[in-house]
């Protein structure tokens, strides 16, 4: 993972976390055909099966960037003690 995708998972967590946005997930998960009740397929309509799962696929990615481990980034850092004149650690 970038730091752009670290930003964007941010971003998305941030957008849901309040009252509101969990209310928009709320609907956007019976929307979007993700409640557990719910299927995709329309035996009567091919297209709005895949409608259904275009829809889905979208709720679903919004719940990975949620649910995403962000990295912890640490910058590199070496610190060498200076050395002397033999070549060994010294003061």
Same mark, same amino acid.
């Given at each position: %993972?970038?730091?752009?995708?670290?930003?964007?998972?941010?971003?998305?967590?941030?957008?849901?976390?309040?009252?509101? $946005?969990?209310?928009?997930?709320?609907? &956007?998960? =019976? #929307?979007?055909?993700?409640? !557990?009740?719910?299927?995709?397929?329309?035996?009567?309509? !091919?297209?709005?099966? /895949? *409608? /259904? &799962? $275009?829809?889905?696929?979208? #709720?679903? *990615?919004?719940? #990975?960037?949620?649910? %995403?481990? &962000?990295?912890?980034? =640490?910058?590199?850092?070496?610190?060498?003690? !200076?050395?002397?004149?033999?070549?060994?650690?010294?003061?």
């Amino acid at each position: %993972m970038n730091i752009e995708q670290d930003q964007l998972s941010r971003d998305f967590k941030q957008t849901f976390a309040s009252e509101s $946005g969990q209310n928009v997930l709320r609907h &956007l998960r =019976t #929307y979007c055909r993700a409640n !557990p009740n719910q299927g995709c397929f329309d035996s009567s309509n !091919p297209n709005q099966t /895949n *409608y /259904n &799962l $275009g829809a889905n696929s979208v #709720y679903r *990615y919004i719940q #990975y960037q949620i649910e %995403m481990k &962000l990295e912890q980034k =640490t910058k590199d850092c070496i610190i060498e003690e !200076p050395k002397g004149e033999n070549g060994n650690a010294g003061i």
